[in-house]
């Protein structure tokens, strides 16, 4: 079993530093293992490393054939977690993700036969859920995936069942825009962690990949990391340093979102509908320790919080009718806010 975050508390200096080089050496493995079969998407790869070390789900967004579910299903080919996959469709029911309560026939001792009740479990009983193309299926099915991501448990038949540990959703959406879709609902959106934009290959890229998947060479991925081992760097995320002003300027950068609120730029008056909540600070927070973790350092930055802000904060915000009609997303309204925020409040 991993360490509890009072008991990775209690070790001297000298080990957790150990440990912490530990952590950086498995990250870096996973990584490189990613990356024999994706090319590119470098941001896209940490944003979803990122989620695994601090426990969150992911949201990849992106046109269809752009390395979405392949990124997915590397991930957990270079991991040794249960793994199972879940097509999205508009004909999919709640009870093909959950699982059902069937009826067994079962012959009794002394002659005869007797039913019983049986949970049959659905995919969503894995400790890796790939939930591919999750806004094709209707937005009942969708909400099927609310109480398992939330709280780690499903509950069929008035009877409620805990899934494995760790626990995580890869779920891949196309754009919004593309025939077939249904938005998800917000509060299956403030479930992500992060939601990652994954855009075209460049030109070089292109030529890479053709060169991996054309030649009958396909890299081999290895899993080099346990679920024992993600549960102990969770614990380890919790563990970094961060000052109260970094703290505060997260606190602060959610705050900027809300609409009329003291921190709100001319931009978010005019163009959000509905700012980011808690669940976004906690985001902001988690992620920006991991950066520091990987990156070596001791303690959070501001430009920690900076350099994460779109990727938690882009599906917490729900922009206006007169965003859609000027052409403004979120990540400019995001970009704004962090621009213009100061670092550290004065007093």
Known sequence: MAERTDDLGRLDPSALESLSEEFRRDYAAVREQISKVVVGNVATIDGVLVCLFTGGHVLLEGVPGIGKTLLIRSLAEALSLEFSRVQFTPDLMPADITGTTIVNEVERAGGGVSREFTFQPGPIFAQIVLADEINRATPKTQSAMLEAMQERS????????????????????????????????????????????????????????????????MPEIKPVLSAESILKYQQLVRLVAIAEHVQDYAVRLVLATHPG????????????????????????????????????????????????????????????????????????????????????QTV
Do not use: W
Request: glycine share 6%; hydrophobic share 40%.
């Open 261 to 344: 609120g003291e921190y709100a730029t001319p931009m978010v008056n005019k163009y959000v509908a509905v700012g980011a909540s808690p669940r976004a600070a906690q985001a902001l927070v988690l992620a920006a320790k991991c950066r520091a973790l990987v990156a070596g350092r001791p303690s959070v930055g501001v430009d920690d919080i900076q350099k994460i802000a779109k990727m938690a904060l882009r599906h917490r915000i729900l922009t206006n009718f007169e965003a859609d009609a000027d052409g403004v997303g979120a990540d400019e309204i995001i970009e704004n806010a962090v621009s213009t925020l100061p670092r550290e």
């Open 154 to 217: 499903v509950t069929v038949a008035g009877e409620s069942h805990r899934l494995p540990s760790p626990f995580f959703v890869m779920a891949t959406q196309n754009p919004i825009e593309q025939e077939g879709t249904y938005p998800l609902p917000e509060a299956q959106l403030d479930r992500f962690f992060f939601k990652l934009v994954v855009g075209y290959s460049s030109r070089d890229e292109m030529q890479e990949i053709l060169n991996r998947t054309t030649r009958g060479d």
